[in-house]
């Protein structure tokens, strides 16, 4: 099987502008995950999907969105990019039924904001 | 507040010893735990699991033990191979949430 795959790998944006990111999960999961790894703040959660639904959220503000579609595949998006968004974005997929399924998580997508 | 806290931020040991990665956790909630390894520029793998019904869990050389009255857990690595250098995330799930809280990590560095 196929592992988590994430686009793009790396990006370089400036402040004021917004980015995309994409998360294709493991065949058959059903529910991705979005982390923030920074230095400072480790990994940290922004939102969970669930058949196109949002089912859980983090802490962040309102400028991350995400979205899902019928295929399972998931869109992350940060508007009005600030300095602090310079990150490492990380998306992780499991079946989604149970609470106590390992999440898999992809190689991340390396954003710097200048 | 942290929930989940790996209080080491670095750990050293020599080849064929054995590894004691130390994991802290307030919620009471939390009731699945998962320890991760990440090389630098890759994404979090996953390493081995336990829930909080059992008090060990082992596959190959990793074991992971959990005391819940303690809220302690810890991963043993028996034996440390230099290919296990990296860094390890204890992460935990629990309530009604879907959403994995993560410690910041500890450094393993296993030198030949």
């Known amino acids: 099987k196929a592992g988590v795959t994430q686009t793009p790998r790396y990006l370089i944006k400036t402040r004021g502008q917004q980015v995309t990111l994409s998360c294709s999960p493991i065949s058959g999961h059903r529910s991705v995950s979005w982390y923030q790894q920074t230095p400072g703040q480790g990994l940290q959660f922004l939102f969970e999907y669930f058949s196109e639904t949002q089912r859980n959220k983090g802490n962040f503000p309102g400028r991350f969105s995400g979205r899902q579609f019928s295929n399972s595949r998931s869109e992350m998006n940060v508007s009005t990019l600030e300095l602090g968004d310079s990150a490492l974005y990380l998306c992780a997929s499991s079946g989604g039924q149970y609470r106590r399924e390992t999440q898999y998580f992809g190689p991340g997508t390396r954003l710097l904001v200048l | 507040d942290q929930q989940v806290k790996q209080n080491s931020p670095s750990l050293s040991v020599q080849e064929g010893r054995i590894s004691i990665l130390n994991c802290d956790y307030t919620n009471s909630m939390f009731d699945y735990f998962l320890w991760y390894k990440k090389y630098p520029a890759e994404g979090p793998t996953f390493l081995i699991s336990i829930s909080s019904i059992k008090d060990k869990n082992e596959d190959g050389r990793f074991t992971v033990f959990l005391n819940k009255s303690a809220k302690h857990l810890s991963l043993h690595i028996v034996p440390s191979q230099p290919g296990d250098s990296a860094v390890y995330f204890c992460?935990?799930?629990?309530?009604?949430?879907?959403?994995?809280?993560f410690g910041k990590g500890t450094l393993l560095t296993v030198n030949p």
């Open positions: 992460a935990a799930i629990g309530g009604s949430n879907y959403k994995l809280t």
